[in-house]
């Protein structure tokens, strides 16, 4: 197991960047491997769809991932560098072409797109044969040129040597014979026990970093061409509402504006840069029509899920005999947790390029899910498919902004592109605002628990749960809600890792006109919360330690149990306190098959709970990069602590208030609590660690809060009206 203890960089922060966030699995498809390879230049051996070694020794892999500061460029190359014998220095990654028969997150189904924490767990096995198969086609061109036995020859640090008759040579030197053998069926893959690079610490820097670092990584807002139109869009102020009249005079005046043009989704402004666009854009008058617009404000929609909460719902889990159970029993405790809409906030807004014309489209914007934003492009402009090229770009992160499920801001970018003509290519840019006032939030939802504890022991359990679906209405309603439960919803709920007799989780999903959207960990942002806290209420009314009572429940979830024991012991935990003005809290969550166990350490601020350290022990499989899963952790559990201290979107009469970090805010570097990660070894393959780290970090401070006598918050955030 490895362990590392630091005070966070601003590097860890941005390196938190999570992608997509769904807890699904979609049938399984043929490998991607399967279909032919795109063309690769000459010379450039192309042995899979995943891998390209050149001339000059470097080897490219192709990622299916949107890297977004994640890791998956790092990670893949990592997998395929190890299989292959290579040099890290020799390694390159760039975004794989949108192709879902190619590239197929396998974890999906046959769709091309970034979540879950599925990047490398789906494509470990892959990528490893990929690996594998090159580095054998390799080894069979020298036995070929040497004209000696390829058992005989070995591959080290990029280096392929026959030792007997002192040859050597480099991919590069064979990449050209390599490329005219046929591709072996069946490849060893190297045994865990050799791996040089997988799992090692230190030597392998991301090799995204230096680019970013440097200037030199291209973005979508950093495209430029002579005749490139910008392009930005006034949108309702209410969900739902539509454009009833236009008076665009004044915002035609300023100089640099092409064109107005309405579109579905508001009003579009045309312009040779930028600032003419968003100057005339403030200048337009637009009367919209909002009679089938949300016109409830949040306190509202709190009230009447308050409301669905005290009625049964649909059961989503059930054993035992829970409602005789609460009649009978001596002591009943209830409560009840409400989570606000979240916005995503990644650094990088929404933006995308598209050119189209002569039965062709070319798109260049962070895609996270290529496969639905191709066909959505193809459809706005009557083309198919495979006749729009998605270039996916570098992006300044998602939490699940980017993963949409109806598409809906290329089809602005479609849209936008149509209404004007194929004369120009366009740039739409959404600012900060659109972006946090444009909907597509973490959903609210509120649950109400209630449990039974006699003689020392937790003996029923209920949670009813009440929040909007985002995947009704969605292409993926179908295999996502099953008998009216969307299994994102209850996530995390509708099973808990604690043995307790009589148990019920059941589920309200109201229709609500405000658009929402899964956020980084999904389900488990609210669920985690809501179990983690009521557990630590229920073994503290049984007077059992938060540790040791969490344990005796465990006994059927081992490596939950294991990260727990091991959490423990980093932080040498003897007791929640409180000990000279500071308290403990603690949190185990499972997330997309990660294990996750942290303990936060807490004394009463000046203007809210103030964490000085975290410690947090996690199983996810295999490590394959154990300094990206560090910062992933990390970089969580700023996001989630941030967010459960400070954020929430409010609507006033269904217009959202919030519309910056001025007003909804993010946790500050000087806030950020020093953090140690454990890192337990494991010979299971690899789970997700975009997102698992936030879960458990707001458990972990309210129970440490109660401890200190504040209360376990049941509203988040926990700090109301601070900027």
Known sequence: MTIHQRKLSRRSLLQGAAGLVIAFHLPREVRAQASPAPAAPDAVFAPNAFIRIAPDNTVTILSK?????????????????????????????????????????????????TGGSTAIAN?????????????????????????????????????????????????????????????????????????????????????????????????????????????????????????AKVDDTEARKVPGVVDVKVLPSGVAVYANGTWPAIKARDLLKITWDDSA????????????????ARKPGLVAGKHGDLEGTLSKASRVIEAEYVFPYLAHAPMEPLDGYL?????????????????????????????????????????????GRRAQTTSHFVAELASAAKAIGPARPVKLIWTREDDLRGGYYRPLFVHRMRGAVENGRIVAWSNTIVGQSFM?????????????????????????????????????????????????????????????????????????DPVGGRLELMGKHPRAANVLREVARLAKWNGPGPVEGRARGVAVVESFNSYV?????????????RVHKVWCAVDCGVAVNPDVIRAQIEGGIGYGLGHILFAEVTLDQGRPVQGNFDTYRSLRINEMPAVEVAIVSSTEKPTGVGEPGVPPIGPAVANAMARLGLGRPRQLPFVKGVA
């Open 355 to 399: 050119r189209y014309g002569d039965g062709k489209a070319l798109a260049r914007f962070g895609s996270q899910f290529q496969t639905f934003e191709q066909a959505t492009i193809a459809g706005v402009l009557g083309l198919k498919p495979q006749q729009v090229e998605i270039q996916t770009m570098l992006a300044g992160g998602s939490f």
């Open 597 to 609: 166990a942290q303990i936060a350490e807490v004394s009463d601020g000046k203007d809210g709970p």
């Open 123 to 243: 494509s470990w096995d892959q990528l490893r044969q990929a690996g594998a198969t090159a580095r054998a086609m390799l080894v069979q061109a020298a036995s070929n040129e040497w004209k000696v036995p390829a058992a005989e020859i070995t591959v080290e640090g990029g280096v392929i040597r026959h030792a007997a008759t002192k040859r050597e040579g480099r991919f590069g030197q064979f990449a050209d014979a390599a490329a005219k053998l046929p591709a072996p069926e069946n490849v060893r893959l190297k045994d865990p026990a050799n791996f040089k690079l997988i799992g090692k610490d230190g030597g392998l820097h991301r090799l995204d970093t230096v680019a970013k670092t440097n200037g030199t990584a291209q973005f979508t807002i950093d495209i430029r061409e002579p005749d490139l139109l910008t392009v930005v869009v006034a949108h309702p102020d209410r969900f739902g509402a539509k454009v």
């Open 65 to 113: 991932h949107i890297e977004f500061g994640q890791g998956p460029f790092t990670g893949l190359a990592t997998i395929v560098a190890e299989e292959l014998d290579a040099d890290w220095s020799q390694m390159r990654a760039d975004h794989a072409p949108a192709d879902a028969k190619l590239y197929n997150n396998t974890a999906f189904g046959p769709i091309q797109g």
């Open 472 to 544: 009704k209405g969605s292409p993926l309603e179908s295999f996502m809600i099953k008998d009216g439960i969307d299994a994102t919803s209850v996530e995390g709920s509708k099973e808990i890792p604690y043995e307790v007799a009589n148990f019920q989780c059941d589920l309200h999903t109201p229709d609500v006109g405000v658009p929402t959207l899964w956020w980084r960990s999904v389900g488990h942002t609210h669920t985690g919360y809501a179990v983690e806290c009521f557990i630590d209420e229920l073994l503290q009314a049984a007077e059992k």
């Open 293 to 308: 617009a949300e016109k409830r404000g949040t306190a509202q929609i709190i009230e009447d899920y308050r409301a669905l």
